[in-house]
């Protein structure tokens, strides 16, 4: 493969493409390596997956009880002048002896003079101390809000774990987004979002991602996209899903199509419909599999007329749209909605998007592809949380979750995509779950569903790019097309899934210049 400026220019053997080098042309032999596309993670929280990188570190195993909670927490507190917030990421307490959930108790001790907020791995809890609480004003009085819940003892007293809307009463955002979605938007100085959205890009670029889709923008991390890029500190391409909460905004500026450049762009709106999948509050027909009180999931918003609405408002005005939907019940609404505005105004070629589309029934995929949507999935949670899949809703669910196979068959353009800060971004992990379909633990997800290496490499290079529309550009390597390539240690295509971990990035090209190269 020869490159010119920013584009691949031709293939050859090499002994061709020697009399078409010129003076500055640097030679890489691949040999024995594998050449491929750069790879494209089509929903991946590029700013919070810095901010993830950078804070304290809650994530199982290292932090596997109460008491590991506990010492990093002290751990922070010697380290921040008092009153300065704690931060931390990617609490599992699932994994806990007995699943037990820390409480604001748990972590008052060691923190008197600090605000807490640590962030579930999964992003729709957090917990809180209650420093925290009292600068925000809330006490047990307080009443659940709207798409959120505190969670609460015996007696009532509320512990300092607000799901999903209830966030945004404890922690300080600096955008209000409602039951638009859950409130991740942490009020953050400018100089820290570019510094979180600098330390991801070098960590994506290390692991062969050179394309990203963030998959929840408001004004808050498009400010912090626009600074990075201006200061050089945006290193890989990135496509804004602004969240629906802006949408009058965005129609108000006139902005109904894809809009921006190579490096930033505006790209589809971002609903959602239901809660997580991982965690246990994604919408199903039936309850969860430990709920003997019914419980079947939760829904963002309170009427799906309005949802549908405004689904159909947006997709009226020319605008591409993704939408957050796990549980079959989430899908029946959500496809009941994108039937009407589809039969209302047709248009071809629309691309809407599911983001995750965890749990479709086998009659729900056949709609998914009547009606033209992209799945945008996840398949890296079914080894890292495998379990938790298992435990909340029973086998037979948790083994069709995220139904690769049935998309390829029904000819459904699937993508496979990280949701970096919740799973890996390592692409070669997301790829290993979908072709393994095993967690971590040795449960088996669903072997029918497996795809086969060469589907999730187009799964992640290909149709990401599809998702987007700039498969002309790239997520392939053909003449013509943006230099971003990825050269990884070994063969990737004849790799046995448990291979893939030896299996190394040794260089990334964005635009032909290298931007990684170990
Ligand atoms: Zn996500």
Redesign the pocket.
């Known amino acids: 493969m020869l490159v010119t400026g920013d584009r691949i220019h031709c293939f050859g053997k090499s002994r061709d493409l020697k009399d078409k080098i010129a003076g500055e042309t640097r030679v890489v032999d691949c040999e024995n390596r594998s050449l491929l596309p750069g790879f494209i993670d089509a929903?991946n929280?590029v700013t919070l997956l810095g901010a993830s990188l950078r804070a304290s570190k809650f994530h199982y195993p290292a932090v596997a009880c109460i008491e590991d909670v506990v010492s990093v927490v002290k751990t922070a507190a010697a380290e921040k002048a008092p009153g300065e917030w704690i931060r931390g990421w990617g609490l599992d307490y699932g994994k806990f002896p007995g699943a037990k959930a820390p409480t604001r108790w748990d972590i008052d001790a060691v923190s008197p003079d600090h605000p807490v907020c640590i962030v579930h791995y999964t992003g729709h809890y957090v917990l809180v101390n209650t420093k925290a609480l009292e600068l925000a004003g809330i006490d047990d009085s307080v009443s659940d809000p709207k798409g959120g819940r505190f969670i609460r003892d015996e007696a009532g007293r509320i512990t300092g774990l607000a799901q999903d809307a209830a966030q945004q009463m404890v922690v300080p955002t600096s955008v209000r987004v409602g039951h638009h979605g859950p409130d991740i938007g942490y009020d953050t100085p400018i100089d820290e979002l570019v510094e979180d959205i600098a330390c991801a890009s070098s960590a994506l670029l290390e692991k062969g991602v050179t394309a990203v889709v963030d998959?929840?923008v408001t004004t808050r991390e498009m400010k912090g996209l626009i600074e990075a890029r201006e200061r050089g500190r945006l290193g890989v391409r990135t496509v804004a899903m602004y969240l629906s909460n802006h949408l009058d905004a965005q129609l108000e500026m006139g902005i109904t199509g894809a809009f921006g450049n190579d490096m930033l762009a505006i790209g589809p709106v971002k609903f959602y419909c239901d809660g997580a999948i991982v965690g246990g509050s994604a919408a199903f027909t039936e309850a969860l599999n430990n709920r003997d009180d019914g419980y079947s999931g939760s829904l963002y918003w309170e009427d799906a007329q309005i949802l549908k609405e405004t689904l159909a408002r947006t997709h009226a005005s020319g605008l591409q749209f993704g939408i957050h939907t796990q549980g079959d019940r989430a899908h029946d609404i959500m496809l009941e909605g994108v039937d009407a505005l589809l039969s209302e105004h047709p248009r071809e070629d629309h691309r809407h998007r599911i983001?995750h589309c965890g749990y479709p029934r086998p009659d729900q995929v056949k709609k998914i592809a009547a009606c033209g949507m992209l799945p945008i999935t996840q398949p890296g949670q079914l080894r890292e949380a495998g379990d938790n899949l298992v435990d909340n809703y029973g086998e037979a669910r948790a083994t069709r979750i995220y139904p690769l196979r049935e998309f390829l068959d029904n000819d459904i353009p699937a993508v496979i995509s990280s949701?970096a800060f919740?799973q890996s971004h390592d692409p070669l992990d997301t790829i290993r779950g979908a072709v393994e379909r095993i967690s971590i633990t040795g449960k088996d997800m669903g072997k029918d569903q497996r795809i086969t290496m060469e589907e999730a490499v187009r799964c992640h290079t290909h149709n990401a790019a599809l998702s987007f529309f700039r498969e002309e550009e790239i997520g392939s390597l053909e003449p013509g097309m943006l230099a971003d390539v990825v050269l990884l240690s070994g063969d990737l295509l004849s790799a046995a899934p448990e291979d893939l971990e030896e299996l190394r990035v040794t260089m990334t090209m964005l635009g032909g210049e290298i931007a990684y190269e170990a």
């Open positions: 929903h929280h998959p929840q983001e949701d919740v």
